[in-house]
C-alpha cells in the first residue's frame, strides 16, 4: 500500500500534519535523540519527565501520550470562524479527547453553526458549561460495539439511504426528510468510527481485544474515508433537490443505474466485512457498463437551472457509488476476514 506504516496511517485518518525534517542529535556514548514538534507538545501536554510510548510500524516510529495523560487534559479550540472551527473540533474527538473547550472570538451566530455541526455529525457529544467566553463540551459515549460490527451497522445506513434516493427519485417530489436522517446518523458512526481507530492506532486496548493488525486498521480508516465520500455526494444531491421546487422527472435509465451501482457498491462492501471472494472482473465490467450507460445518455435541453443541477448531481453519484466499489474492492483483497 503507497503510504504504509503509521504516517500512512495517520494521513489516511486526515489528522496527520506536514512533513517535518529533524536533525539527529547525540546524547551521550550511544543514544541518538530527536525534538518533538512544539504544536504536538502544546496539544498532548507533554513535559519533561513524562512518559510517552513508541510503537515500531516497519521504518517508521509512532510516537503517543500515555492514556493517563491524553484524558487528563482539555484540548482547546479557538473559534474565529465554523468551518475552521468544525475541522479542528471534529479532529479532536478523532484524537481521542473527552473535553474539547472552545474559546469564543467571533459573533454568536458562529457558535450557533458549531453546535448544530456537533450535534449533526457527533455521537456523545454534550455541552457541559457555557459562558459568552467559551462552552466546553464533553464526549460521554462509550461505544463498545467493535469495528466490523459499527461497520456492519455503517453499511445498512448506506444501503437505507440508497434505497431511499432510489424511491424518491421515481415520485415526482423529492422528500429529503428520511435521508437526512439517516445521512445524520451515518456521519456519527463515521466520526465514531474514526475516534476508535485512532485510539486503536494509539496502542489502546482496543486493538488488542479486536485482535485487529495495523494493517487491517489502515484499511477500516481507508474504508472509512470511502463512506464519507459516498455521503458527501448523497448530500450535495439532497441539496439540489430541495432547491428544486417544481416537480421534476429524473431520466428513468439515470435512477435505474443509481439503484444498479449502489447494488454493486453493497456487494463490494460486503465482501470488505466478511473477506468474500469476489470477482474482481465482474466488479471491473459493471463499473464500466454503468459509467458509459450514464455518459452516454443525451443531453436534456430547456432545463431550468436547478433541474440540470439535480441531474447533474444525480450523475455524480453513480460516479461515486461506482468508483468507492471499485477502492472497497481492492480493500477486500488485502484483509484478514472479520467474521
Given at each position: 500500500m503507497?503510504?504504509g506504516g503509521?504516517?500512512g496511517?495517520?494521513r489516511a485518518?486526515?489528522v496527520a500534519?506536514m ?10 556514548a ?12 502544546r496539544?498532548?501536554?507533554?513535559r ?19 492514556e493517563?495523560?491524553?484524558?487528563g ?24 479527547f473527552?473535553?474539547?473547550r ?21 455521537l ?13 463540551f ?17 453499511r445498512?445506513v448506506v444501503?437505507s439511504i440508497s ?5 424518491e ?8 426528510t ?14 465514531l ?10 496502542g ?45 422527472a429524473?431520466?428513468k ?23 468474500e471472494?469476489i470477482?474482481?472482473?465482474a ?11 450514464v455518459?452516454c445518455?443525451p ?13 447533474r448531481?444525480t ?7 461506482a468508483?468507492k466499489?471499485?477502492e ?12
Amino acid at each position: 500500500m503507497e503510504n504504509g506504516g503509521a504516517l500512512g496511517a495517520l494521513r489516511a485518518l486526515g489528522v496527520a500534519g506536514m512533513l517535518e525534517k529533524r536533525r539527529v542529535g547525540k546524547l551521550g556514548a550511544a543514544s541518538l535523540v530527536v525534538s518533538l514538534p512544539a504544536d504536538w507538545v502544546r496539544l498532548t501536554g507533554i513535559r519533561k519527565g513524562d512518559d510517552v510510548f513508541v510503537y515500531k510500524q516497519g521504518l517508521s516510529l509512532l510516537v503517543t501520550p500515555s492514556e493517563k495523560k491524553r484524558r487528563g487534559r482539555v484540548a482547546e479550540v479557538t473559534l474565529v470562524d465554523a468551518p475552521g472551527a468544525m475541522i479542528e473540533f471534529f479532529s479532536r474527538y478523532i484524537q481521542g479527547f473527552d473535553s474539547i473547550r472552545v474559546i469564543n472570538k467571533a459573533p454568536q451566530s458562529e457558535m450557533q453553526a458549531l453546535l448544530e455541526a456537533v450535534d449533526s455529525h457527533l455521537l456523545g457529544v454534550q455541552v457541559l458549561e457555557q459562558s459568552k467566553e467559551a462552552t466546553t463540551f464533553y464526549v460521554f459515549t462509550r461505544e463498545h460495539a467493535s469495528l466490523p460490527q459499527l461497520f456492519k451497522r455503517l453499511r445498512f445506513v448506506v444501503q437505507s439511504i440508497s434505497k431511499i434516493i432510489v424511491q424518491e427519485l421515481r415520485s415526482p417530489k423529492f422528500d429529503s426528510t428520511q435521508v437526512k436522517i439517516l445521512a445524520k446518523s451515518a456521519f456519527k458512526l463515521y466520526f465514531l468510527v474514526m475516534r476508535l481507530i485512532y485510539g486503536a492506532a494509539r496502542g489502546s486496548r482496543d486493538l488488542a481485544e479486536a485482535r485487529l493488525s495495523f494493517g487491517e486498521l489502515l484499511s477500516f480508516a481507508l474504508a472509512a474515508k470511502n463512506i464519507c465520500g459516498i455521503l458527501d455526494s448523497v448530500t450535495r444531491l439532497v441539496r439540489a433537490c430541495e432547491d428544486l421546487n417544481a416537480p421534476f422527472a429524473q431520466d428513468k435509465t439515470l435512477v435505474d443505474s443509481i439503484e444498479r451501482a449502489a447494488g454493486l457498491y453493497e456487494r463490494c462492501f460486503t465482501a470488505f466485512i466478511r473477506k468474500e471472494k469476489i470477482d474482481f472482473g465482474a466488479v471491473r465490467r459493471e463499473r464500466r457498463e454503468l459509467i458509459v450507460a450514464v455518459n452516454c445518455l443525451p443531453q436534456q435541453k430547456g432545463m431550468f437551472e436547478e433541474e440540470a443541477r439535480v441531474a447533474r448531481d444525480t450523475q455524480l453519484l453513480v460516479y461515486e457509488f461506482a468508483d468507492k466499489a471499485g477502492e472497497l474492492m481492492e480493500l477486500a483483497a488485502n484483509i484478514e476476514g472479520f467474521e
